[in-house]
């Protein structure tokens, strides 16, 4: 609602430049926001989950029970259950009403990165360190584990794409590639439909979330896929690899029947061809217009391009420490992310300047000196009453509305979960984590 | 500064202190049957053939009479789950009463001086208050036990808020400060330099993202919760001190009252007051007006009369007058979803009203 009042020019700004908070309560692996982004989830590389209120940056929920450290969040869509994967090869759905376990899966092998269907917090897909990509689905109480295809799927791989049709192996040696290769990530599409896994050796299967077939697999490059994001609106995806480089891509209409015809085709590569940079996270931005980036080893920063020409636009310097995991605000230009040495958390935001106008009813704000008219009644002396009650009988001309809500813009318009407010219990308190 | 010190008389922080408590009353023996009542006169006004008005009259009887606090009630609030009334008073106790049956449930005390303020958080678990000793306090309504005290104020505390999560207060002072708080860890997360004049009132927009807030030096404010910069600011034509704001239901507009004797209805994105509703007496005290939306649509305010007025929303008509306490009413509140009405004042009683 803030929005209808604030100053148009500063709400244009669609990337922040100043760093406006340092969060250190332990030392923080990776993050995640909420849709509504009211919150902030922090996991902990002693295994421990924070959230923090983004009102107040002060932790809302603190949430034990793995051991090892935290390697991937994920938040269900009303911003009630959160899902945390860990290295201690299991995955927590936690209730953060009263911050208890709803339901422990333990896995045979550490976790990747473990998501929540878009749609439902009892299914999530999790990548497991050299084992199968695992559909986990508790709908009906009991947790049933579908092992999804490592391997490409022969049959669509020599399609006839352009971007196939240079990289695509001869089919005699695929066979041994797909024996070879791992899974690394997996993530739902925006509907929830299908599964986008990337593998070791570059490949990109898509599988259908229902019967857990691969539909359509594509060689994107010859190394390690280690990301896959999808922007908010699902129309596009980017993949990070380690040949260096991060991939755009259309996201293909999904619901168009042959999964042989989707386009894929790579609208922009972003990379440092100068410093020949690996990229340690990526993420797009709210809308889709930015994608940004952290910088592995020695150089500490963060790469903004913007998607529609595929230009570098901003690199925001951290201070001192490598940038391990960079979140996008879901609705606002504001940017947290995690160093890799002390896990302190960043945040990086517009700071907009009081607007003088706002400061008295007939202040406005001009660009240059503009001379003063005055009205021709400006100096008319009008009876008090009289004027008095011409006041009144305009009013009578408004009809006004009380009751009715109408979701203004930029409103969050879905209905998202409060984290209730515990003062009865004593702070728990983090001590900077200095420890090596 | 000394006129300020001069206008603070006028205002109900003070109220207690000039009381005069003619009625010997002891927490608990609060209810009273309606047959006993001195006072049940009530008179209809101007419902002759109002065809502009979308919405029925009011037809509001008294339903019982809270007796209690030994001094002038300075708020009175239901719960957001419409199941408690809490007041606050000058003797510096809160109480809370069942809403249903009127029964007194148990009185609150910590603060050093009078109460000016309460509010509950939306879980209706919390309360907040505002006191003449500085501090705002949070309490556990199951247990009266204190949470936090709000410390930083460097005078009386006027008006206190919570935000729509229960995350965040915000309070109001005579120091002509806003302060935003975390609940949680009970420290002042901004201070935000408001007025001119002490503030009188402030609430949250039903998002939580704006805070408005009015004072004695004629000024109402919006300002943004995460950043703590005003957004928009409307002053009364003839300047003069308003006491009370509050967003509407749906959060376009404001209710603002001012010490003119008027309630005004504001559209502040266009910055321009749409409605004033006037026929009741306000000249003195910090009075709370309120909105009545469960039943038709009407704006509901104290008088120093005595009174409590209903005025139709859209045609500024004054619907019902229902009386009459025995002194200035300070404070209505009306219950979430039902038919129900509080109103309290300077007599130490609340008066508990309901739809015929």
Redesign the interface.
């Known amino acids: ?6 100053d148009p020019f500063s709400l244009s700004q669609d990337y922040p430049e100043n760093l406006t908070h340092i969060l250190n309560y332990g030392r923080s692996t990776c993050l995640k926001f909420n849709r509504k982004g ?1 919150y902030l989830a922090s996991g902990l590389f002693d295994g421990s989950v924070i959230v923090f ?1 983004f ?2 940056y ?3 929920r603190v949430l034990r029970g793995h051991t090892r450290p935290i390697t991937s969040l994920s938040w269900s869509r009303d911003g009630r259950y959160l899902l945390s994967g860990s290295r201690d090869w299991l995955c927590i759905l936690w209730d953060l009403k009263d911050g208890k376990r709803v339901k422990t899966v333990r896995f045979e092998a550490p976790i990747w990165g473990a998501e929540l269907h878009p749609y439902s917090h009892q299914i999530f897909v999790v990548s497991l360190f050299e084992d199968a990509p695992t559909l986990v689905d508790f709908t009906d109480g009991t947790i049933r584990k579908h092992l999804l295809n490592d391997v490409a799927f022969a049959k669509t791989s020599s399609g006839d794409d352009e971007e196939n049709a240079s990289g695509s192996p001869s089919p005699e040696n695929q066979q041994e590639v797909q024996e070879k290769q791992s899974t690394l990530v997996a993530t739902f599409t925006t509907s929830g439909q299908y599964i986008f896994t990337g593998t070791s050796k570059g490949w990109l299967n898509i599988i259908d979330s229902e019967s857990f077939q691969t539909v359509r697999s594509e060689r994107i490059t010859t190394s390690n896929i280690k990301h896959i994001a999808f922007s908010s609106s699902g129309k596009q995806f980017i993949i990070n690899s380690s040949d260096r480089t991060i991939r755009l891509f259309n996201t293909p209409d999904l619901s168009y029947t042959d999964p042989n015809n989707w386009e894929l085709s790579v609208i922009h590569r972003f990379q440092d061809v100068v410093n020949r940079l690996q990229w340690n996270s990526i993420t797009f931005n709210s809308n889709g217009d930015y994608v940004l980036a952290s910088t592995y080893q020695d150089q500490h920063d963060i790469y903004i391009w913007e998607t529609e020409v595929g230009s570098l636009v901003k690199i925001i310097e951290a201070p001192r420490e490598e940038i391990v995991d960079v979140q996008w605000h879901p609705n606002r230009p504001l940017i947290a992310a995690t160093g890799l040495d002390k896990g302190t958390i960043y945040v990086w935001a517009t700071v ?1 300047p ?2 003088w106008s ?4 007939d202040f406005v704000e001009v660009d240059e000196n503009v001379e003063y008219e005055e009205r021709e009644d400006e100096f008319d002396v009008i009876p008090d009453e009289i004027a008095n009650k011409r ?2 009988d305009q ?2 001309e ?9 979701r203004v813009r930029g ?1 969050f318009s879905d209905e998202s979960f ?1 984290i ?5 219990e004593e ?1 728990e308190t983090f001590e900077d984590s200095d420890s090596d | 500064m000394e006129m300020d010190l001069d206008s603070r008389e006028d205002t109900p922080a003070s109220s207690g202190d000039t009381t005069d408590s003619e009625l010997p009353s002891h927490p608990g023996d609060a209810l009273r049957p309606i047959s006993n009542l001195r006072h049940t006169s009530q008179e209809n006004h101007s419902q002759n053939g109002n065809s502009k008005s979308r919405y029925p009259t009011p037809h509001y009887k008294l339903r019982f009479i809270l007796e209690g606090h030994k001094a002038g009630v300075t708020n009175v609030k239901f719960s957001a789950d419409g199941k408690w009334i809490a007041t606050s008073s000058a003797d510096k106790s809160i109480k809370i009463w069942k809403a249903d049956d009127g029964e007194y449930e148990m009185t609150i005390e910590g603060h050093g001086r009078g109460i000016n303020d309460i509010a509950w ?3 209706s678990r ?1 309360i907040v208050s505002a006191s003449d000793d500085k501090t705002a306090r ?1 309490w ?1 309504v199951a247990s009266g ?1 204190i ?2 005290i709000l410390r930083g104020h460097t005078s009386y505390v006027y008006s206190v808020d919570f ?6 207060v915000a309070s109001g002072s005579f120091d002509e400060s806003i302060k935003i708080w ?4 009970g420290v002042c ?1 901004r201070t935000l330099p408001a007025h001119s004049d002490p503030v009188s009132s402030v609430h949250f ?6 805070i408005v807030s009015c004072s004695h030096d004629g000024q109402i404010r ?1 300002w ?4 703590g ?7 009364e ?1 003839n300047n003069s001190p308003v006491s009370n704001v509050r967003f ?6 404001l209710l603002s009252g001012s010490l003119d004797s008027s309630v005004r ?1 504001w ?3 266009k ?1 321009k ?4 509703y006037q026929g009741h007496k306000n000249e003195k005290y910090i009075t709370v007006s309120t ?1 009545s ?1 469960t039943r038709g ?1 009407w704006v509901v305010s104290g008088s120093e009369d005595g009174q409590i007025v209903f005025w139709d ?4 008509e004054v619907v019902q007058t229902l009386g009459k306490h025995e002194g200035a009413v300070l404070c209505v509140d009306a219950h979430p979803s039902q038919n129900m009405l509080a109103s309290a004042g300077m007599d130490n009683l609340v008066r508990v009203w309901i739809e015929q």
């Open positions: 609602m803030n929005l209808l009042l604030t009211d209120d009102d107040t002060g932790i809302a907009t009081q607007q706002a400061l008295a009813p006041r009144l009013e009578d408004d009809d006004v509305d009380v009751v009715t809500i109408e409103e409060v209730p407010v515990i003062l009865d702070e | 958080s939306h879980d919390v949070v556990d036990h949470l936090r935000s729509p999560k229960g995350n965040l975390d609940v949680k860890k997360l927009s039903r998002d939580g993202t704006m919006l943004d919760t995460a950043s910069q005003c957004l928009k600011t409307m002053i034509d509407s239901p749906n959060g376009k507009y209805l559209d502040y994105l910055g007051r749409v409605k004033t909105f939306t649509v929303v859209q045609t500024k």
